[in-house]
């Protein structure tokens, strides 16, 4: 069965990018069609300050014998000449997206530049409704120039053809979405229907798939996730909702869950549900128990995890070693951020806490600006300015309706000022000897590894 959708490919002049794309899938068989978003129609000229500018719907033809006519050596060397012959034999003229009503509607809109890309959907949230119909649009990020734009439009008929494979679940074909240096995003649009809804998502979901598998980690190191855990009501539960986290990584991972033990064994229901996990665990016990006030448990969890780091050393297991207690919640994208580390790493932690304002934000008179100020989002880890270098950091401050406190470069952050899940370390950091262990690591382990772990 041939292509069923109706694509549209969208570039600022529908000349290069657009036009390059539409020749290649039309040679496939596609119904596709071009256009451009810009006021008028650019072409390089002699220099930047010389462009050649033209209307829309001005034919590709007598762009061509123009320039051939103003310099033939110019535009034959730079590519334009070649570029309008090719494009002459896809269509007359350039069209412009903003006046392609007439056209119908296209199930995929597919551009070659953000700001392509904003134009369309502004435009499509901007027409009346006519149709009932949901329409993907996707941007793949491409320079304009000929190179890339031929580079782009093999990737743009790669992911068409995954378009109209993951219309059939039952498809069995495995067709690849190659998407290299050019970044993807896809925005679905909001619709009624619940069958254009969940196929807008397939088809999402099974391109970001194919794309991990492209262009994921090729060589994943393993991840040691650290969780202090004691026997209480809601135990089960919380242990429970982290698992289920940990099964969707994609990673070699060893669970070492750290219990309070008194005793000095941990509990048959904690060993009995480590035993059906699925996971590669160790069930660590730890000698003391969990304090009765919560104000001195978070120093007992913190032992609890020098433990366990304990016996990463000791055993010299190697990997990335994660902080996740059983009550908090995890996402898979901090799994994969976490294989970026080289040695340590921090990362954002949001807190979820109580304001103390739950009158006001119920209260109708309060308007959204005021309920956004006594609402602060409350959160620990770096700050960093707009060249990403870090330039303080955020610390949670418990008092009601504070948020997220500021200590800039020059300060001293408290250590139970911070979050230990906001930290990822190379579990090598705590190995005796590294041959390629940086300076400063070594240091920071004669000043605090040797007295925290021995």
């Known amino acids: 069965m041939g292509p069923r959708l109706r694509y549209a490919m969208v570039?600022?002049?529908?000349?290069?990018?657009?036009?390059?794309?539409?020749a290649l899938l039309k040679r496939q068989g596609f119904d596709v069609s071009s256009y451009g978003t810009g006021a008028h129609v650019k072409l390089p000229g002699p220099s930047l300050r010389e462009p050649n500018v033209y209307d829309f719907g001005t034919p590709y033809k007598y762009m061509h014998d123009e320039l051939r006519r103003k310099d033939p050596d110019l535009y034959k060397r730079n590519g334009i000449l070649p570029m309008l012959k090719r494009n002459l034999g896809v269509k007359n003229?350039?069209?412009?997206?903003?006046?392609n009503a007439a056209d119908g509607y296209f199930d995929v809109v597919m551009t070659f530049e953000?700001?392509?890309?904003?134009?369309?959907?502004?435009?499509?949230?901007?027409?009346?409704?006519?149709?009932?119909?949901?329409?993907?649009?996707?941007?793949?990020?491409?320079?304009?120039?000929?190179?890339?734009?031929?580079?782009?439009?093999k990737l743009a008929l790669d992911l068409c053809q995954e378009v109209e494979a993951s219309l059939d679940a039952q498809n069995k074909t495995r067709s690849r979405v190659v998407v290299g240096r050019h970044g993807i995003h896809i925005r679905p649009w909001a619709h009624p229907d619940l069958t254009e809804v969940t196929q807008a998502h397939w088809i999402i979901e099974r391109v970001q798939r194919e794309q991990w598998l492209q262009y994921g980690v090729r060589s994943p190191r393993p991840i040691i996730v650290v969780t202090p855990t004691y026997v209480r009501t809601f135990q089960t539960l919380h242990l429970t909702g982290l698992l289920h986290s940990l099964l969707l990584v994609p990673?070699?991972?060893?669970?070492?869950?750290?219990?309070?033990?008194?005793?000095?064994?941990?509990?048959?229901?904690?060993?009995?549900?480590?035993?059906?996990?699925?996971l590669n665990?160790?069930?660590?016990?730890?000698?003391?128990?969990?304090?009765?006030?919560?104000?001195?448990?978070?120093?007992?969890?913190?032992?609890?995890?020098?433990?366990?780091?304990?016996?990463?050393?000791?055993?010299?297991?190697?990997?990335?070693?994660?902080?996740?207690?059983?009550?908090?919640?995890?996402?898979?994208?901090?799994?994969?951020?976490?294989?970026?580390?080289?040695?340590?790493?921090?990362?954002s932690v949001g807190i979820l806490t109580h304001t103390g304002r739950s009158d006001a934000m119920g209260d109708p008179e309060v308007?959204?600006?005021?309920?956004?100020?006594?609402?602060?989002?409350?959160?620990?880890?770096?700050?960093?300015?707009?060249?990403?270098?870090?330039?303080?950091?955020?610390?949670?401050?418990?008092?009601?309706?504070?948020?997220?406190?500021?200590?800039?470069?020059?300060?001293?952050?408290?250590?139970?000022?911070?979050?230990?899940?906001?930290?990822?370390?190379?579990?090598?950091?705590?190995?005796?000897?590294?041959?390629?262990k940086p300076d400063w690591v070594r240091l920071l382990g004669l000043a605090y590894w040797v007295v925290c772990l021995e």
């Open 367 to 436: 308007g959204e600006e005021e309920k956004e100020e006594k609402s602060p989002m409350p959160i620990q880890g770096p700050a960093c300015n707009s060249s990403g270098h870090l330039v303080g950091w955020y610390t949670y401050n418990p008092l009601p309706n504070t948020g997220a406190a500021f200590i800039g470069a020059g300060r001293t952050v408290l250590p139970m000022k911070m979050e230990w899940a906001g930290f990822v370390l190379n579990s090598r950091m705590l190995w005796r000897e590294v041959e390629d």
């Open 114 to 153: 953000e700001k392509v890309f904003d134009t369309v959907t502004e435009d499509l949230s901007n027409r009346e409704l006519q149709l009932i119909k949901s329409v993907l649009v996707i941007n793949l990020e491409v320079k304009d120039n000929h190179e890339e734009a031929a580079a782009a439009a």
């Open 281 to 347: 665990f160790l069930h660590i016990p730890f000698p003391e128990p969990m304090p009765e006030e919560s104000r001195y448990r978070r120093h007992a969890e913190a032992r609890m995890r020098l433990h366990a780091l304990r016996v990463v050393r000791q055993r010299r297991m190697d990997g990335i070693v994660v902080f996740t207690d059983d009550s908090n919640v995890h996402t898979v994208e901090l799994f994969d951020e976490a294989q970026k580390v080289k040695w340590m790493g921090a990362i």
């Open 93 to 99: 003229a350039p069209q412009r997206w903003q006046d």
């Open 251 to 278: 990673y070699p991972l060893t669970w070492l869950v750290v219990e309070a033990a008194p005793v000095g064994r941990p509990s048959n229901d904690t060993a009995s549900f480590l035993a059906r996990s699925g």
């Open 11 to 22: 570039c600022s002049s529908n000349q290069n990018r657009s036009m390059e794309a539409h």
